[in-house]
């Protein structure tokens, strides 16, 4: 079941490397948050994460 979660937009054309992992990182951390902070979901979390990194990219 896919969710949405909105993005905020940014220029990630103008981010570091690390600055970007930290975004990825904190929207795995809201996915987990909207599933109910339920274990497991850890990896689905964060390629969710970078999949809605690329979509944000992709409509640049």
């Known amino acids: 079941m896919k969710r949405t979660v909105k993005i ?3 220029d990630f054309t103008k981010l570091t ?3 970007i992992h930290r975004w990825v ?3 795995a ?3 987990y948050l909207s599933r109910g ?6 990896w689905e979390d964060w390629f969710d994460a970078e ?3 690329m ?6």
């Open 17 to 19: 490397i690390n600055e």
């Open 37 to 42: 902070r339920r274990r497991g979901f850890e």
């Open 29 to 31: 951390f809201e996915l």
């Open 55 to 60: 979509q944000e990219l992709l409509s640049s």
């Open 25 to 27: 990182e904190g929207k």
């Open 8 to 10: 905020a937009k940014i």
């Open 51 to 53: 999949e809605l990194l």
